[in-house]
């Protein structure tokens, strides 16, 4: 399952998780999937997509940044692609209904 993960740094201060990330690596557990990130231009937000099979495998790397300074939302997502293949057969249902008025 996908995640977004919106990392918050205290203060708009990168710097200590920056500093955590080159001393230690990012501290992901086995199972845990790092995709990519983006950061803010102000420094307030982090955006991860992460991926992994078990929710817990995200708690334990949340609680792995204790004391950093920084806090998480995370959010399940869905790629748009799959969306897109769920929402098909209501959109052709849609244009059959539109059609019969």
């Given at each position: 399952?996908?995640?977004?993960?919106?990392?918050?740094?205290?203060?708009?201060?990168?710097?200590?998780?920056?500093?955590?990330?080159?001393?230690?690596?990012?501290?992901?557990?086995?199972?845990?999937?790092y995709?990519?990130?983006?950061?803010?231009?102000?420094?307030?937000?982090?955006?991860?997509?992460?991926?992994?099979d078990?929710?817990?495998?995200?708690?334990?790397?949340?609680?792995?940044w204790?004391?950093?300074?920084?806090?998480?939302?995370?959010?399940?997502?869905?790629?748009?692609?799959?969306?897109?293949?769920?929402?098909?057969?209501?959109?052709?249902?849609a244009?059959?209904?539109r059609?019969?008025?």
């Amino acid at each position: 399952m996908l995640f977004m993960v919106v990392e918050r740094f205290k203060d708009q201060d990168p710097i200590p998780v920056y500093a955590q990330v080159e001393a230690s690596g990012r501290r992901l557990p086995p199972g845990l999937t790092y995709h990519a990130s983006w950061i803010e231009p102000n420094f307030d937000r982090c955006f991860q997509l992460m991926e992994c099979d078990d929710a817990t495998l995200l708690q334990q790397w949340v609680l792995s940044w204790r004391g950093t300074g920084v806090s998480f939302e995370i959010v399940p997502v869905v790629p748009s692609i799959a969306t897109r293949q769920t929402v098909a057969p209501f959109l052709a249902a849609a244009k059959k209904k539109r059609k019969k008025r």
